[in-house]
């Protein structure tokens, strides 16, 4: 498999997967960048406090994010982008 810079994981009830799988995935990948997604909605009432424990995490304000090739940190980053 080739390698995984960023990964899009839906996080929490509903389509989501839960923290413990959201986290064997993100171990075999080895991504740089993690979005979790569908997490903390009013629609999905999920909760991602379980998957962030051991994790750098950036809780972004904006609905949105740029990510660049160049720019990609060294170590695993969470992204949590704000729900509007």
């Known amino acids: 498999m080739a390698t995984v810079d960023v990964l899009l994981i839906p996080v929490g009830k509903g389509p989501g997967i839960d923290a413990l799988r959201a986290n064997r995935v993100i171990e075999r990948l080895q991504p740089l960048v993690v979005l979790a997604m569908h997490c903390e909605t009013p629609d999905l009432d999920g909760n991602i406090d379980a998957f962030l424990v051991d994790e ?7 609905r949105s994010l740029v990510i660049n090739a160049a720019r990609l940190p060294e ?10």
Not at 56 to 62: C, D, G, K, R
């Open 56 to 62: 750098t995490v950036i809780e972004a304000a904006e």
């Open 75 to 84: 170590e695993l980053t969470v992204f949590v982008l704000s729900y509007q």
